[in-house]
């Protein structure tokens, strides 16, 4: 989808990218080979040349951090579907929401595994930042409003500037309300643990409390277990909102689209 999309382009928004989608430029390709366009003078037109010939760059480079301030933050999960092998799924549990509250869990998905950080355990600013640092993608449910503040307000620099795909404004977006277990329920994602699925945000701050004060790991195990499954479901549920996204926005997008094909290719040998 980010090769379909003409929004990080100075002057274009939702309204003129629709245009040129109905004209027939239906990426970037599409929008290099034609020698004019109606409603762009050829001097508008040379210069956005040049700007998608950059973007083309820093995508095939996989700069994901150029998009970061070139695509609005609504618009970031256009990127998904390239970099979605690199992208990183959080979530962070904490002592509460109180200026002095502290992280007490954090969560890491690489869509293969997954790696816990515990206060007081294993949890190490430096380690997690490196650990961060590797991704080209974070993908968070309410993560810009919660978890990414959070973090950088309490560790500076910690969280760098790759673009974010926050899945609960992405959910809202075509109708889909309520927290994150609400979500999982309406989409048919069902927890493993039976008392794992019972549990909510506010229960998560009440197992650590309930840890520290009696020193059972039981309970800790319960709140991992409680986070490991929030990161991984975050997976399933991006597969599934961005499909939808991209069917809303684009409803003749299809996968088999030979460009789309060809540039998915070419970016996975660069991965490799």
């Not at 590797?134 to 810009?144: D, E, I, P, R, S």
């Not at 560790?155 to 760098?160: A, C, E, R, S, T």
């Amino acid at each position: 989808m980010i090769m379909n999309s003409f929004l990080f382009l100075q002057g274009i928004g939702r309204r003129g990218e629709s245009k040129l989608w109905n004209k027939g430029i239906r990426n970037w390709d599409d929008f290099l080979r034609a020698k004019s366009i109606a409603g762009i003078s050829s001097a508008r037109k040379a210069y956005y040349d040049r700007k998608i010939i950059e973007a083309r760059k820093n995508l095939f480079s996989l700069n994901s951090s150029y998009f970061y301030d070139k695509l609005p933050a609504s618009e970031q999960w256009r990127l998904y579907e390239f970099f979605k092998e690199d992208a990183v799924f959080l979530d962070i549990e904490t002592t509460g929401l109180s200026d002095n509250a502290q992280v007490t869990v954090v969560g890491l998905f690489d869509g293969i595994d997954t790696k816990t950080m515990i206060r007081n355990i294993n949890f190490d600013e430096g380690i997690l930042k490196n650990e961060i640092l590797k991704y080209k993608l974070v993908v968070t449910f309410n993560g810009a409003s919660f978890d990414i503040p959070f973090l950088s307000k309490r560790y500076q620099n910690l969280v760098p500037r790759i673009p974010h795909f926050d899945l609960r404004f992405a959910c809202s977006r075509i109708g889909l309300k309520g927290g994150l277990k609400t979500i999982e329920r309406k989409l048919g994602i069902e927890r493993q643990n039976n008392i794992v699925r019972e549990l909510r945000g506010g229960d998560a701050i009440e197992l650590w409390k309930t840890f520290k004060v009696t020193g059972d790991s039981y309970y800790l195990k319960l709140l991992i277990e409680y986070n490991e499954e929030d990161i991984i479901n975050l997976k399933l549920i991006a597969n599934r909102i961005y499909e939808i996204l991209k069917k809303n926005l684009m409803p003749d997008c299809v996968e088999n689209d030979s460009y789309l094909n060809n540039s998915l290719s070419a970016r996975n040998m660069i991965n490799d």
